[in-house]
């Protein structure tokens, strides 16, 4: 009875020592679940199960992203500069003595500029059908095609900025549903339908929908915060044009 009791101890002994030194062992030897699963499900996964159809849509929405992007911060760049010669036009040209020298202090890329020098042109006596128009007619017409042409200046790249926040998400959708069929598909070849076969090539696929939302919603607040910002500037112009017909037709 001794005897057992004896070897009994011993053994509580042994269990308790591989119970307190377990696992710190395998603390050293064991993985990470997040590596793991990083591995097996992701975006990278994603990419190298996918076939070209899924490849081909995340390089569109890709293309898009990059491509909004460099059409809100051009247009952003575009529109403080214009901004800025706003402000050179009211400390600037109007205190010039005649318009010629107020011209002169103008940067050739200003479009105040190319309303100045559209409105003098202008102001010349006309030759040939056009003769017969009166001059402030035809100063009229001048300055308002001017106005229309740096209008549709400043407005390009906002139909793009519009048709990927529009679209983005369908082209997301489209290769979520792509990869769902494509996962359902391998899963019925292989007659493994539980759970964790099913969550996985879902769940990667659900990521290009995540991606298309991340691409349109961008592209649709640039949109507006840009269109916000294009009407304060054509403002701007179009009083510096009718300051300058008024301008023009006392003379």
């Known amino acids: 009875m001794k005897t057992i009791v004896k070897y009994s101890k011993h053994l509580l002994m042994i269990v308790s020592l591989s119970l307190l030194w377990g696992p ?13 699963m990083e591995k097996t499900f992701g975006l990278m996964s994603l990419l190298g199960q996918s076939d070209w159809v899924a490849k081909a849509t995340l390089i569109i929405l890709i293309l898009m992203s990059v ?8 247009k952003l760049l575009t529109q403080s500069h214009l901004f800025k010669m706003s402000k050179e036009i009211n400390e600037a040209f109007w205190a010039s003595s005649n318009i010629q020298a107020g011209e002169k202090t103008l940067s050739d890329k200003s479009p105040f500029k190319f309303l ?5 042109q202008a102001c010349a006596p006309q030759k040939g059908i056009l003769s017969p128009v009166e001059p402030k007619t035809w100063l009229s017409i001048s300055i308002q095609r001017g106005m229309s042409q740096i209008q549709g200046q400043m407005q390009g790249g906002l139909s793009w900025l519009a048709t990927v926040g529009s679209t983005a998400p369908f ?6 549903v792509w990869g769902i069929y494509n996962a359902l598909m391998k899963i019925g070849l292989t007659g493994q339908a ?11 696929s659900l990521i290009m929908t995540a991606i298309g939302l991340a691409v349109a919603v961008p592209a ?7 269109v916000k910002r294009n009407k304060a500037a054509l403002e701007d112009i179009n009083a510096f044009g009718s300051d300058l017909h008024s301008v023009l037709s006392a003379k």
């Open 116 to 120: 100045i020098h559209i409105a003098v």
């Open 24 to 36: 710190v062992c395998s603390q050293g030897t064991q993985t990470n679940p997040n590596d793991e």
């Open 194 to 204: 539980s759970i964790d076969k099913v969550a996985g090539p879902v769940g990667e």
């Open 171 to 176: 082209v997301g959708l489209f290769g979520t």
């Open 67 to 74: 491509s909004s992007w460099y059409v809100i911060i051009s």
């Open 220 to 226: 649709v607040l640039g949109y507006n915060w840009l």
